[in-house]
């Protein structure tokens, strides 16, 4: 049977169709309806995804297994979701709503689960036992694959370590909490880190990176912050898991920097008397989380 996958993100919903064999067959991107009324942008997005699903199955002229990457997490509680920074989403029964929609079963994955089961099954960490898979985009994600399949605990949140404590009395986070991962090591976390320190309002990672290498101290600074972070909570993975690889992906994967220095940044926080962990880009850049989604009927 063809798998269906559709990644809901924050400013795009993408979907594809992969043949039993796992060939791309299609894929379609929209942008998410964004408004300012919770309630009509929730609507907004499951007639979206809707039209996305409908689109794609008349484009392969068959129906298929449905996997969704979403930001967040199912309850196993209450059913609903949570813990989406797309926060029109929570609180909403979304499995349920999109079931209803489409007449048929579904199934659901945190996106950065998605991401690392995509990683693990064809892409940078095939042929690694155990995989964790880090997201460090717009907010900061994680997934656990063991062999080939998804850890995602007993409550749901396996590998959730973006919103472990990093910085006590840090920055506020949107999931009520100061100081948490995504707060200090996501891309606006990185750049808010550098305004707090005097740097320019706005500048992104890579622009801070590139001030740095051309001798401005400031961003030098934030970058040497910017590391230190993202060692020490890498680390903590690390002598938590003990993966065979770990893979980074979202909008900073694409900072060269956090696969030398980065990598030299955790070592000392690793609880062993070496550190062989390999730190590897994705291969399939922002559309791993979408094919991840596709694998979830597997």
């Keep these: 049977m063809n798998r269906l996958g559709i990644d809901l993100g924050g400013t795009k919903i993408e979907g594809v169709v992969l043949s039993a064999d796992g060939i791309l067959l299609t894929r379609k991107r929209i942008a998410t309806p964004r408004m300012e009324d919770g309630n009509e942008a929730y609507s907004s997005i499951l007639t979206a995804i809707r039209s996305l699903i409908e689109y794609l199955e008349l484009n392969v002229n068959t129906t298929c297994s449905i996997g969704i990457g979403t930001p967040g997490s199912i309850s196993s509680v209450t059913g609903l979701m949570r813990n989406c920074n797309t926060v029109c989403l929570n609180g909403k029964a979304l499995q349920k709503d999109i079931e209803k929609c489409i007449e048929r079963k579904i199934r659901i994955a945190n996106d950065a689960n998605c991401f690392a089961l995509s990683e693990s099954r064809n892409g940078a960490g095939k042929g690694y036992a155990s995989v964790f898979g880090i997201i460090m985009g717009t907010g900061v994600g994680g ?12 409550m749901g949140i396996g590998g959730e370590w973006g919103h472990n404590l990093l910085l006590e009395n840090g920055p506020d986070c949107y999931c009520g909490r100061q100081g948490c991962v995504e707060t200090l090591i996501s891309g606006p976390g990185f750049t808010s880190d550098h305004e707090r ?46 993966p065979h690889a770990i893979i980074l992906g979202g909008g900073l994967s694409n900072l060269d920097i956090l696969y030398d220095r980065g990598k030299k940044a955790i070592e000392p926080h690793v609880f062993s008397d070496s550190f062989t962990t390999p730190i590897l880009r994705n291969h399939h850049g922002d559309s791993s989380g979408v094919l991840g989604a596709a694998y979830l009927w597997d």
């Design 143 to 154: 997934g656990i694959v063991i062999n080939n399949n998804l850890h995602a605990g007993s």
């Design 197 to 242: 320190s005097g740097g320019r309002p706005g500048t992104s990672p890579a622009e801070i990176i590139k001030l740095a290498e051309h001798g401005e101290q400031i961003a030098a600074a934030s970058v040497d912050r910017f590391l230190t972070y993202f060692g020490r909570a890498v680390a903590t993975v690390i002598n938590i898991l003990d």
